[in-house]
């Protein structure tokens, strides 16, 4: 394949061209309430050939059959000639020839577990959930596992081959009582073995009690509180409001964009630091190479309340004159990289969880995050679940908690960031093609006087 | 088909399911054309039922049709029994989802139709940057089983995808859009969904203010998607079969006014949604679902009906792709319009919202009916006009409290994404918050 691969970038009319070869087995088995959804195995192969031509612009072409790969290039190269626009020049970066592998100790390799070992410790999950409570309704539970074997290659002589193991566990509870419908979930997922997925018995039974408990929660009273979110919504705060507007395919294409993330700009209080970083071991963001073959690496974002930096693809590094930061990824081979993060959190500061609520007189613990919506700097996210906090104390379970405003008055409000920090898997980036693994991580961190929706 | 061959004898039924697919996509950036792109893609999956057990597998490696019947086998053997047949041959509706012309557009085509929406919009608001995506695509589908079933069609469709910004200093307005279709030759064409988004723009150009609390508020068919989310939902036969829709076991009541009426009809031609059968071979019809706010059924395939009970039975709404097995979705659903003219509702509401888009669609507790949203783009009403734009509001309510009040429903409505007709719904009382 190499021999092909290697052929078919010399033989390129195309200014630039990479190829992007993918393989990917998985099983997964999914429990939908009582009943088995699937229990099923899945090959996925395909690829993607990225053409650039000066003169034209980039073009793309991507398929299952890897028979003829002379014929993509010419696709590609086609639809490259084909657009116009400004020229696109890539910025420089080392030469890579890498072969990654991710060894997994034979015991917890999983692809060497039988489909009925993965089923019956989903059906151990589901059943500890569905036996929690009478108003437990439905669940889904889900187990999968996947390998995939990469091979990147450019014409500028890159060469890698990776690669990537994950396992995931989803765990989600629906409640009812009446006309009542509530839900509380987890995810749990590694870029490891078999082992991530065990021994989550505990954990499954507390989402089946939040499910429960947010039956009896009364929605919030809309209004502005002191809010404290708590480590996966600070996450996903820093993810989704900031980190978005940190990615410099955003910034470039965008006037408004350029005004407001002039590095050097005070962003919050000196407590503040957010940073990315695709090499930290483990985690689901994170891959030696991106998939343009620039290696990964720490970027600070906000530092110590400043911005200091961005996210950027050899592209958007050469039209910004920065400098490539490793974020060029793609979500497998139907799409060709854009600039997105890889593990993206909020520094630990000094603040015990106990300080950080103590002078709270009215306020709310805002946990995990349904979903949300960022437009430039407004945004809205709904809390998973959320707790009053009175006098000090964290009080009654609330519900419906819909946090919303404008990103820079919001990180301005920030006055404590926590001790505790926690990187939380699982997370998956939207962003224009649908989900790439990510990690996020956060401590817990207090902001004042932010708007809650409510009935 | 010869893997339905290599199946018998090893299983009681089987049945195969194969895609072939290519598209063309042009990408716009700040106006103007920055990519291009050509796709093909292909896929088999499998399905067996073996001693009652039914089993699911996928691949899109065409040289892995041997590892694809035995991952199908295995996964009947780990899987649950269902009470299920495969159907044999049922004639369906001839329904009209293939236009050559379409089906032939070049990336010239496409860039050209590019720049001329681009040049609309602009015409009416100079100073804004769109995003757009437009995609030509062909897909065929083929399904066969051992009960001598053998379905599929061909499908052209042409979708566009729209981000319009629009910046004046610290005054930002974004609308995002989808359209959708499979035939130039009828219909709305993406000029005219280019030209209602500059009628939006338009609008936006002066500001409101409003003060909180109950007031009424008219949902335009693109708003008014906030309200149709949690029915999608509600309707499903596999939410109503695990008990967790608020509409199930409700058949026959009145469940909202008397104004809503709601159908879902794959049998349209022209629209995304449709096709003679289903992607398991049951025919698509046409089914009320609300009639005048009184619950006549649900949507359902073959194992959700199978798994509900002898007198349930599939209505045709099976969907699934190579990697994930059939499970019960909406083909093309019609909210049906009204008597009232938009300019009655707008005349009747007094002062109240109009709400155009939300941000956040589809967050927060779906199923329930609950929405909660900040609005995206939203216009302040006042004596029969729309007055200007209103930003940092929020609506919040549950569709199965507030659809039971409907004031009025518009004859006048439109496609939203492809596979939704809305009206435009006035509601009496509905609770703002308002920034302040």
């Keep these: 394949m190499r021999e092909r691969i290697v052929t078919a970038l010399r033989d390129s009319k195309a200014d630039y061209t990479e190829i992007r070869l993918e393989r990917r087995e998985a099983t997964r088995v999914i429990y939908r309430g009582p009943h088995l959804e699937t229990a099923d195995a899945l090959t996925d192969v395909g690829g993607i050939v990225r053409a650039l031509c000066y003169d034209g612009g980039w073009g793309v072409a991507t398929f299952n059959d890897l028979a003829d790969l002379p014929r993509r290039v010419d696709e590609a190269t086609r639809c490259a000639k084909a657009v116009h626009g400004e020229p696109i020049e890539l910025a420089p970066v080392p030469v890579a020839q890498a072969h990654v592998t991710v060894p997994l100790p034979a015991a917890n390799d999983f692809r060497g577990i039988s489909l009925a070992e993965k089923r019956d410790l989903a059906a151990r999950y ?261 707790f009053m906090i009175r006098k000090g104390e964290i009080a009654e379970m609330v519900r419906d908690v819909i946090l919303s405003g404008n990103l820079f008055a919001t990180l301005a409000n920030i006055d404590a960031v926590g001790d505790d920090f926690e990187w939380l898997g699982g997370g998956n980036c939207g962003k224009g093609q649908g989900g790439l693994p990510v990690s996020i991580g956060a401590p817990h961190i207090r902001i004042r006087d932010v708007l809650i929706g409510g009935q | 088909m010869n893997l339905l061959d290599q199946l018998t004898g090893r299983a009681d039924q089987a049945e195969i399911f194969t895609t072939n697919g290519e598209t063309t996509t042009v990408g716009f950036k700040a106006n103007e054309l920055r990519s291009a792109e050509v796709s093909e893609s292909s896929g088999t999956s499998l399905r067996v039922l073996a001693n009652g057990r039914l089993g699911f597998a996928g691949t899109t490696d065409p040289e892995a049709q041997a590892q694809l019947v035995e991952n199908v086998l295995a996964s009947a053997q780990h899987s649950d029994e269902v009470p299920l047949r495969f159907p044999g041959p049922q004639p369906g509706p001839a329904v009209q989802v293939y236009d050559a012309d379409l089906a032939r557009l070049s990336i010239a085509d496409l860039s050209e139709m590019g720049r001329e929406i681009i040049a609309t919009i602009r015409q009416a608001e100079p100073d804004v940057h769109v995003e757009m995506e437009l995609e030509r695509g062909v897909r065929q589908w083929e399904l066969a089983n051992t009960a001598g079933l053998h379905v599929g069609d061909e499908h052209s469709t042409l979708s566009l995808s729209i981000m319009v910004e629009r910046v004046r200093e610290d005054d930002i307005l974004i609308v995002f859009d989808y359209f959708a279709t499979t035939t130039l030759v009828d219909g709305d064409t993406p000029l005219d969904f280019a030209r209602d988004i500059a009628r939006r723009l338009e609008l936006a150009r002066r500001d409101a203010t409003l003060v909180g609390g109950e007031m009424p508020v008219l949902f335009s068919p693109r708003g008014a998607v906030v309200l149709a989310l949690p029915l999608d939902a509600g309707l499903n036969g596999k939410n109503v079969f695990m008990g967790i829709s608020p509409l199930a076991g409700r058949v026959g009541e009145q469940v909202f006014d008397e104004r809503l009426t709601v159908v879902d009809d794959g049998t349209l031609d022209g629209r995304p949604g449709s096709a003679s059968h289903d992607a398991e071979g049951v025919p698509h019809r046409r089914h009320t679902l609300i009639e005048n706010g009184v619950l006549r059924g649900f949507l359902y395939d073959l194992k959700t009906a199978a798994l509900s009970g002898p007198e349930v039975e599939s209505t045709g709404h099976g969907s699934r792709g190579i990697f994930s097995p059939p499970s019960p979705s909406a083909t093309n659903t019609v909210v049906a319009g009204g008597e009232a003219s938009l300019e009655d509702l707008l005349a009747q509401m007094g002062r109240g919202l109009l709400v155009e888009s939300v941000l956040g669609l589809g967050q927060g507790n779906v199923i329930s009916g609950a929405f909660s949203n900040t609005l995206g783009l939203a216009y302040v009403v006042e004596g029969g006009e729309v007055v200007g734009r209103v930003k940092d509001v929020s609506i919040a309510g549950n569709v199965y409290q507030d659809l039971q009040h409907v004031q009025a429903i518009s004859r006048e409505g439109a496609w939203v994404y492809g596979d939704t007709w809305l009206p435009h719904i006035l509601l009496p009382a509905l609770n703002v918050v308002t920034k302040g």
Excluded at chain 1, 256 to 275: D, K, N, S, Y
Aim: glycine fraction near 8%; hydrophobic fraction near 40%.
């Design chain 1, 126 to 386: 589901n059943d500890i959930i569905l036996k929690h409570d009478t108003r437990i309704q439905d669940t889904r539970v889900a187990y999968s596992d996947s390998f995939a074997r990469l091979t990147y290659a450019n014409s500028q002589g890159a060469y890698i081959e990776e690669e990537r193991p994950m396992v995931t566990v989803f765990l989600l509870t629906v409640a009812r009582e009446d006309n009542d419908v509530q839900q509380a979930a987890e995810v749990w997922s590694r870029p490891a073995g078999f082992e991530v997925a065990l021994d989550l018995e505990g954990k499954a039974i507390s989402v089946a009690q939040r499910a429960v408990d947010l039956l009896s929660a009364r929605p919030v009273e809309g209004g502005r509180y002191t809010v404290v979110l708590d480590p996966r919504l600070a996450g996903v705060f820093a993810h989704e409001a900031f980190g978005h507007l940190s990615e410099a395919d955003f910034v470039y294409a965008n006037p408004r964009a350029q005004e407001m993330m002039v590095l050097g700009r005070r962003f919050g209080p000196a407590v503040l630091t957010i940073a990315d970083d695709g090499s930290i071991p483990g985690q689901r963001g994170t891959h030696p190479y991106d998939d343009e073959g620039t290696p990964t690496g720490r970027t600070d974002l906000i530092k110590d309340g400043v911005l200091v930096g961005r996210l950027h693809s050899r592209e958007t590094a050469a039209r910004m004159g920065e400098q490539p930061t490793g974020n060029a990824r793609a979500t497998g081979y139907r799409y060709p990289p854009i600039v997105r993060m890889t593990n993206t959190f909020i520094e630990a500061d000094e603040t015990s969880f106990q300080d950080m609520i103590r002078d709270v007189d009215h306020g709310i613990y805002a946990c995990d995050a349904f979903g949300g919506q960022t437009a430039l700097e407004n945004f809205s996210f709904s809390a998973g679940y959320a």
